[in-house]
């Protein structure tokens, strides 16, 4: 298993703050909204994606370890239960994945933090899936 960053840096610092986070996040919306192989996961969300964009940022702030945007905004992520609403299978877990592995392996130039993240996201979209 890959190790986590050093316990004095957190992985919203490693990949470069608020604006690493906002480039990760505009190239995953960027893939999802061009790659034929997202496209189921694409029907999930509003024709524009600036609020899902949005959200995402503020999610993965608190998330990799910077300040709790998203709890500060919305209250507790409720992950499972905000997905509840969307059919999530093993294939829309797989194309979310894709879009964010292309993401990560394009902004995250460290490979041990880029397994590390792929790893705990991977966990996270495992979580997400509804139907089986």
Not at 39 to 67: C, D, Y
Not at 78 to 106: G, N, S, T, V, Y
Request: charged fraction near 30%.
């Amino acid at each position: 298993m890959t190790q986590p960053p050093p316990e004095d840096t957190t992985p919203f610092e490693l990949v470069g703050g608020t604006e690493g986070v906002q480039k990760l996040v505009d190239r995953f919306y960027d893939l999802m909204d061009t790659l034929p192989e997202a496209a189921t996961i694409r029907a999930m969300h509003a024709r524009s994606l600036k609020v899902s964009r949005e959200k995402l940022v503020l999610f993965l702030t608190g998330w990799l370890g910077g300040p709790p945007l998203y709890m500060e905004k919305y209250g507790h992520p409720r992950l499972r239960m905000r997905h509840a609403p969307f059919d999530i299978d093993e294939d829309a877990r797989q194309a979310w994945m894709l879009c964010m592995r292309q993401a990560l392996d394009e902004q995250v130039e460290d490979a041990q933090l880029r397994r590390f993240l792929d790893q705990a996201l991977d966990r996270v979209a495992a979580h997400m899936r509804n139907m089986h």
